[in-house]
Structures are given as C-alpha cells and as structure tokens.
C-alpha cells in the first residue's frame, strides 16, 4: 500500500479534514501490515483446511493393498493402476495445497513487514 493509497484510505475513513501527519501514516502503515498478514495467515489455513489427510491416508493403503494383490495375482495391473491414479491425485492436491499456504505465508512475510514497529525501532 502506499502512502497515497494511505492517504486516501484514511480520508474514507473520516480524516478529510486534516491531512495524515507522518506519525500517522507509519501508524496506518503498521496497522495495514499487522491486517494484512492476519488475513493472508487465514488464507493459509484455509489452503490448510482444504487437504484431505485422512483421504490420502486411505488411497496409500489401497494402492500398498493393490501392489500386495497384484503380486499375489489376487488383482489385475489395471487395478493397482487406477489405485495408484487415486492416490496420485489425492497427494499431489494436498502438496499443492500445502505450497500455496507456505507461499501465502512466505509473500505476506516478505511483502507487508512495516518499516518500523510500534517503538519506532527498524524492522
């Protein structure tokens, strides 16, 4: 965000008739940096959320299960196959969900850290 967008934000918000100070505008600045990192952690936890362990847990069984058939000719190649598709599927989308909530993570980190805390130290 930057200062104008600041600027603007805080004359919506009922500042129109005094222009932001600098104290103020780091204050906002910190206080946008502090919500947008809150809401981007939410994110994350929803990118979380959305994995299926306990699917994927299941699908590794039955495609150990169908290896273990194949070998014992209980089952044929095209059903350790499609178990093996399914398990596939199920660990590649919990991966890609577990990436994107590090990379959520990750970009609100490196992206919205304020350039002073509340103290007036460098971040």
């Not at 981007?40 to 979380?48: D, F, L, P, S, Y």
């Not at 093996?84 to 199920?90: E, K, N």
Request: with cysteine; net charge negative.
């Amino acid at each position: 965000m930057t200062q104008d967008h600041i600027i603007k934000a805080a004359e919506q918000a009922g500042f129109a008739n005094q222009y932001p100070t600098a104290p103020m505008l780091e204050m906002f600045e910190r206080f946008y940096a502090i919500a947008y990192r809150a809401g981007m952690e939410r994110a994350a936890e929803i990118a979380e959320a959305e994995q299926d362990i306990a699917e994927e847990k299941k699908a590794d069984q039955r495609f150990k299960d169908a290896l273990k058939d194949l070998h014992s000719k209980k089952a044929t190649e095209r059903n350790a196959v499609d178990r093996g598709d399914h398990w596939m599927c199920v660990s590649t989308c919990n991966a890609v969900l577990r990436n994107a909530a590090k990379a959520i993570r990750a970009e609100a980190h490196a992206q919205n850290q304020p350039k002073t805390t509340h103290d007036g130290s460098v971040v």
